[in-house]
């Protein structure tokens, strides 16, 4: 069975199964409508939809590029430097220690009810499972790697850096791309809190329209397409990583071609 066939077949039983919630509870539409409703309501709206998922997008984005940067330069940065560790330790807690739904207000009030806002919210989502993996793949490099680095350099103190950008930056680059595929599915939360909390665009604000003037079918079209946005995100990203790690292949059996 082919990927797209596994897809569809997935896709259909997914629809089988809420079509049969719809009837068995007998929930009114507007309250949890069909599956045809909404497929409806995504092809009747799908130049509005498109328009705000392609605000959702670009926030989902560029929080992802800057909450990889931030999360790599930290772990690098507490990997090298031993005081760094006391200082920065608690702050790569404490940013994932207070929920989102805490921070977001602050942000819109700092950043205004633009995309910045939103940015940042998806930023510090992504900072910490990028930051805690790469920090963690750096801690747990071969020791064996290490000792013949240092041997070939020197000792400990000689070339540190060199030991760092030719050891384990390279044998830590497996749990950085762990930490990017956790960042991949939950980039889309961050944008979207930011949405519901004060925007005037995007999926989380079209959710929010949509359930005010109680068009569900349209609210569950939006939230469709978030869902197929952060599941297209991920096997992107997944597919890049392995693209750019082949030395770490997959060792699990391909039951497909």
């Known amino acids: 069975m082919t990927r797209i066939v596994r897809i ?43 328009g705000h998922a392609l605000v959702t997008l670009s926030e989902i984005v560029a929080g992802l590029i800057l909450g990889t940067a931030l999360g ?12 760094a560790r006391r200082w920065l ?4 807690v404490t940013s994932q220690a207070i929920p989102v739904f805490a921070i977001a207000p602050l942000l819109v009030l700092w950043l205004g009810y633009g995309m910045a806002s939103k940015v940042g919210m998806a930023t510090l989502i992504i900072y910490f499972p990028v930051a805690s993996s790469f920090l963690d793949g750096l801690r747990r490099t071969e020791t064996r790697w290490i000792d013949l680095a240092h041997t ?23 749990a ?17 809190v930011g949405e519901w909390v004060g925007s005037g665009a995007g999926l989380g604000y079209l959710m929010l329209q949509a359930n005010a003037r ?14 197929a946005l952060a599941v297209t995100l991920y096997f992107l990203v997944d597919l890049a990583l392995r693209k ?3 030395w770490q292949p997959d060792t699990l059996p391909e039951s497909d071609p």
Do not use: C, E, N
């Open 8 to 50: 569809a077949v997935t896709v259909a039983g997914l629809m089988a199964v809420w079509q049969a919630i719809v009837w068995i509870s007998g929930a009114p539409p507007y309250l949890l409508p069909s599956p045809l409703d909404t497929v409806i309501a995504l092809t009747t709206r799908a130049g509005l939809i498109a």
């Open 72 to 83: 790599v330069v930290s772990a690098v940065v507490i990997a090298s430097f031993r005081p």
């Open 89 to 92: 330790m608690p702050v790569l």
């Open 152 to 174: 070939m350099t020197g000792g400990p103190r000689a070339r540190p850096f060199a030991v760092l950008r030719h050891v384990r930056l390279p044998a830590a680059l497996p």
């Open 176 to 192: 950085l791309a762990s930490g990017l595929r956790v960042a991949a599915a939950v980039a889309p939360i961050g944008a979207v």
């Open 214 to 227: 109680v068009q569900i079918d349209l609210m569950f079209a939006a939230l469709l397409t978030l869902a």
């Open 244 to 246: 750019a790690i082949p």
